[in-house]
């Protein structure tokens, strides 16, 4: 196990290579950068500015420099929020979209297996429908409909619960953010959880487990064991969907999270905190591919050996 | 292939969902010659009406809206009676009124050009008669006075378009790729297959706002990004397929037979790998759709005066509160789009695997 997680993580370098390069250019071969202003600066000015920040150098000079510092664990200052740097940035946004993140992640994982459950059990009737049905229409609704939604019918008319701002995390502000971040994977969830659970359940062992008599639960607790694997597979990518921010939300309901920052970074062609960002979120969703694969050879075995 | 289409047709959900695909493309399509008006067409009187039934304007709006004219006229309105479409309007003023300043009427969208009946000998007051127009605003009107349900009919052809080609050009790319690095096997596999594990790991919708941001977003260029993101998921699926019948009599008999590996991929490799790729499509088409309206929503999609039912939805989103239906509508179609295109995935994999469709 530990050879195959260190393996996993030296392959994660070159990709992680990739994913730098590629942006450092992309974005240095943009027209504009991040001293353009609408009335422009003189140019001695913007001289010194692109001699404080290193701009001056030739590129690939910059472009080495760069990979340095990330190697160091230096994100760079940024270049449109002043006095701060890119990992200031990240120490603020990032345990606002991470708790959001966390608890949208829960809500998907328990509602989604637990109605894919019941839908897998119950296969063919009414529930299991109802359940498809809801599946279907969740993964359809784009959060950018569900968010305002959700906002008219909980904050604007029934003033349950506030329409949005962040008030350092409080319960009630927290509840409309993680349900529209939870709905669609939810959705996902239940689908796959009932496809896979379906086939578990028709497996010799479990007509043999039901033959002989078990009760429910037991049976339940060993289908899911073989069901769990494709739920688990794409728990890494939604993982790290979800815990890096989400535009959307974050921008519907005023968040103060990391996932405004990639959007807003490009437009005002802040160089280290869109690179900072695309780093931030590559290494999240290979780590927590790396822990979703490792959980699945925890669940099955036979994955173990394929190794 | 047959006794799959009969599977199909008796799939009632799928059924309806290819019925109201069908009649949302075919609104789209003709639907914006029907409505009476042009997208851009801006009725600068008329903004945020709510939707109905009823012709525009209201009788209860006649008169304000006549007042405010007046106004601009430098005359008041004594008196105004609207029958059978017609309006009869009794115009004083402290000064002789200019005759040419009644083409305020015809200018406001509201009324047809005005006829004066009578003219008083000092020139302060004139009875005028003008036509009332009749306009039908089905889901109401937008921000400028644009007919809602005209803009989504014609954003509607740009989301399907860009659903439909990001697709196809996904699905060259991906079947492509695939099948040659299926029936290539070996060392080509394993490196072809090991970019794609790369390219999965990439931020790859990063690049696609980069590209977006960077360099002026364009309907082709969405096109392009959108369909550079999605090919992976096809590329494995043809991958995995092509390994299976590689291994078939009939491929090895056409190798035999000394056919080109081109011939023997497109005449025996890739047309049996469709039943799946169909099926990838068709739950493709909803994903691109609705990650074009999510970079639209963002402001860095399709672009006015074009645009699409993200972008509508975002227009919408931020006039929720005075004007609700100006998110219902766009976000309705596009729902409902992305619902059916969703079942009738579902109902093709049913009837392409029925052993599939036995189990669940």
Known sequence: MTGFVLRRLLQAIPTLLAVVTASFFLIRLAPGGPFDLERPLPPAAMANLARVYGLDQPLWVQYLRYLGSVLRGDLGP???????????????????????????????????????????????????????LMAASSLALPTFVVAPLLQIVFGLTLHWLPVGSW?????????????????????????????????????????????????????????????????????????????????????????????????????????????GTVVLVAVFVILLNLASDVLSGLIDPRLRLAR | ????????????????????????????????????????????????????????????????????????????????????????????????????????????????PPKVLERSEDGRSLVVEAPVRRLYFLLGTDALGRDLLTR?????????????????????IGVAYGAVAGYLGGRADAVMMRCVDILYALPFVFFVIMLLVFFRAGLGLILVAIAAVEWLDMARIVRAQTLSLRRRDFVRAAEALGLSTVAILSRHVIPNTLGPVAVAATLLVPRVILLESFLSFLGLGVQEPQTSWGALIAEGARAIESAPWLLAGPAAFLVATLIALNLLGDGLADALDPRLAERT
Do not use: K
């Open chain 1, 78 to 132: 940024s270049f449109s929020f002043r006095d701060l740097t890119v990992a200031e940035l990240f120490a603020r946004g990032l345990p606002v979209s991470m708790t959001l993140g966390a608890l949208a992640l829960s809500l998907a994982l328990i509602l989604g297996i637990g109605l894919g459950t019941w839908a897998a059990f119950r296969r063919g009737r009414a529930i299991d429908r109802l359940i498809g």
């Open chain 1, 167 to 275: 008030e350092g995390g409080a319960p009630s502000h927290l509840v409309l953010p993680v349900l529209t971040l939870a709905l669609p994977q939810i959705g996902a969830l239940a689908r796959l959880t009932r496809a896979s659970l379906s086939e578990v359940l028709s497996a010799q062992y479990i007509r043999t487990e039901r033959a002989m008599g078990l009760p429910p639960g037991r049976i339940v607790r060993h289908a899911l064991r073989g069901a769990l694997l494709p739920v688990v597979a794409i728990l890494g990518p939604t993982a790290a969907a979800l815990l890096t921010g989400s535009v959307v939300v974050e921008t519907i309901f005023g968040l103060p999270g990391i996932g405004r920052y990639f959007v807003d970074g490009a437009l005002n062609r802040d160089y280290t905190l869109v690179m």
């Open chain 2, 1 to 112: 292939m047959s006794r799959a289409w009969g599977r199909l047709a008796r799939n009632r959900g799928a059924l309806a969902a290819l019925g109201l695909l069908g009649a949302i493309t075919l609104a789209c399509l003709v639907g914006p010659l029907l409505t009476g008006h042009q997208p851009g067409r801006i009725y600068a009187d008329l903004v945020q009406t709510p939707p109905g039934l009823g012709a525009h304007p209201l009788s209860e709006a006649v008169r304000p809206a006549l007042e405010r004219l007046a106004f601009r006229m430098r005359a008041t309105v004594r008196e105004s009676v609207v029958r059978d479409g017609i309006m009869r309007l009794i115009l004083d003023s402290s000064r002789p009124i200019d005759e040419r300043s009644l083409s305020y009427l015809p200018r406001s969208d509201l009324f047809g």
């Open chain 2, 152 to 172: 989504i009919l014609v954003a509607g052809r740009v989301s399907l378009l860009i659903g439909l080609v990001a697709t196809a050009v996904a699905l060259v």
